[in-house]
């Protein structure tokens, strides 16, 4: 199915604007014209009014005009009807939001679906939907949406059978400086368009760099661990999958009608078309910032620095436990570390290399000059706790300059705590840097991250 047209309209009809700005139709329409969308905007309305300054129209055949896309924000049984008027108009796309389709498991609902997917199939058309939240493309200013939130553009790409987990995603990356959207498509019942499809579609797609998806169910297997294969020889892809437990996959059932398959089998299949998959919403988070920020791993092989040596413990461990490996400083390196230092403090010239407690900014910059001088680093991990004497601002400056001159050794900066770190991690934030609160969850991240590269790099040799 190609979607180039879907996703890059070049004209647009929004069937059931609105005056009231609570309702679906007034939402949608402001969306589009907030978003920026600045080609052939028509507003279909039965009155004719005024709404949001742009005349309506009556009736979709009264426009006069061919339409690249439709968007119906009117009940499940009009809606269906209506595609025999978005046929005439010689129209082949359709965002559909209204529920009461075939995931309600009642019979209405499902000769409701049966008539809509017999109109689909007679006149061809391209179905985003029903029981959908609609789809953004901010390359072109495409949004529609009934969201609150104004994606800015970015280098992500969001798939999502949960409209609500769609929102809350597009509600983060607003909130971050550096995380911005290319797409968002939400699948809905995929009567029509389904996870596959839109992956063939994203796969050229030059604005996207990486793909979250979030999923109930898979239509088809075999084509979705295909296209997954050949999407992540280009780009990597980050999947939330529900039902993971029997209660989690009665829950899916009831939310789209989804027929949920074999955790494991599925967890199989994407590890080995070379996908992520994230055990949690916060974990998709996290990595889908890593790869949009472009702070990949290289290799397994961590450098730690750290003003705390029991976390830096602590950290070790989770390190170790996640299948990375702890950089062996050279007996050079410590050496020059030894002298560094002499005048001032024994440090321990180990990995993780503490700096104690009073570790000021420079001892910092000191010992991360020296030790990127060691051979094969995949990544620096500097922590930081809040004490006495720690300059955190002045330490997040200095990361910042030593980020920008790195080459293939991304930083990632832990600084821990709450109060007396909140203006480091503003600082990070706007300077595109991906910085954390916490330990724990960054090793696993990482080391997933490799885990697809590595998997990447097997498949194409």
Known sequence: ???????????????????????????????????????????????????????????????????????????????????????????????????????????????????LLEKAKTYNISLLGPNCIGCINTNNGLNATFFNTIPKKGKISLVSQSGALGSAMLDYSAAKTHLGISHFVSLGNKSVINESDVLSYLLTDKSTSVIGMYLEDVVDGDTFADILSEVTKVKPVVILKSGRTSEGSKAAMSHTGSMVGDDDVFSAVICKAGAIRADSFAEFQMLLSLYSLDAVPSNRRMLVLSNAGGMGVLLADEIVKQKLQLVTVSESTSEKLKHAFEDTKKITIHNPIDLLGDASAFDYKKAIDLTMKEKDIGGVIVLLTPQANTEIIETAHVLQKIYHSLKFKPLYPIFMGKKSVSEAHQFFEKEGIASFRYFAALPQALSKMIDAQEMKDQRIS
């Not at 309702?23 to 279909?44: P, R, S, T």
């Not at 005024?50 to 499940?76: H, W």
């Not at 209506?82 to 939001?97: A, E, P, Q």
């Open 1 to 115: 199915m190609l979607l180039n047209r879907f996703f890059n309209p070049r004209s647009i009809a929004i069937v059931g604007v609105s005056e009231n700005p609570k309702k679906v139709g007034h939402l949608v329409a402001k969306n589009m014209i907030d978003q920026g969308y600045d080609k052939e905007l028509y507003f279909v309305h039965p009155s004719g009014a005024t709404i949001l300054g742009k005349q309506t129209y009556k009736d979709l055949n009264d426009l006069g005009t061919s339409i690249d896309l439709v968007v119906l924000a009117v009940p499940a049984k009009v809606a269906v009807s209506y595609l025999d008027s978005v046929h005439k108009v010689g129209c082949t796309n359709v965002v559909m939001f209204a529920a009461g389709f075939g995931e309600t498991k009642t019979v209405d609902g499902d000769e409701l679906e049966k008539q």
